[in-house]
């Protein structure tokens, strides 16, 4: 066995840690955050942290079986790709993010919301015609993600529309 397949192994029994899969939300909350603000190096930072997270927790002593259920079909789909495939499906992820960043750098906030949702749809989706019930496992951390993120750009949009109507002289000052 090589480096890289101890590497892959070693990182797929981290990325059974249920945290990896639950942390994505606050991922994608700064990392619109930061587009709305126009901050690129942190957008890109969040961008290089989004797949890096599936490894920052410890392997689980006792992985729910739901859980080694569905990453080993996710395991098996990706190994069955092709070199080419394998390239097409990151440059898919990374046109994703592009697109949400440049939805909410352009200031158009419910369309990058919308497309922040539909990524999450389409993953779903995705999970459950490939692997039918087993990609239906996902529901259950999509929905989660959803309405955390959902919830959590709600007050962000709401935060700012309130912190725009209050005068110069009522307003938090910048530190």
Not at 6 to 21: G, I, K, V
Not at 45 to 53: D, G
Not at 109 to 120: D, H, P, Q, R, S
Not at 151 to 175: D, E, V, Y
Request: proline share 6%; net charge positive.
């Amino acid at each position: 066995m090589d480096g890289l397949e101890l590497f892959a192994d070693w990182a797929w029994a981290r990325h059974h840690n249920e945290w990896s899969w639950y942390i994505r939300p606050l991922i994608i909350i700064g990392f619109c955050i930061a587009a709305w603000f126009r901050k690129p190096v942190i957008i890109f930072m969040l961008a290089i942290f989004f797949p890096i997270s599936a490894i920052i927790f410890p392997a689980p002593q006792n992985p729910k079986s739901y859980v080694v259920e569905f990453l080993k079909a996710e395991r098996d789909m990706l190994e069955a790709l092709s070199p080419l495939e394998m390239v097409g499906f990151a440059i898919l992820v990374v046109a994703f993010l592009f697109i949400l960043a440049t939805a909410l750098w352009q200031r158009s906030f419910w369309l990058g919301v919308l497309i922040a949702n539909m990524g999450g749809f389409m993953k779903l989706l995705f999970g459950y015609l490939v692997w039918g019930d087993t990609g239906a496992i996902a529901l259950w951390p999509t929905i989660v993600t959803a309405l955390v993120f959902n919830m959590a750009m709600f007050a962000f949009w709401h935060f700012t529309r309130l912190k725009s109507r209050l005068a110069p002289s009522q307003r938090i000052p910048k530190r």
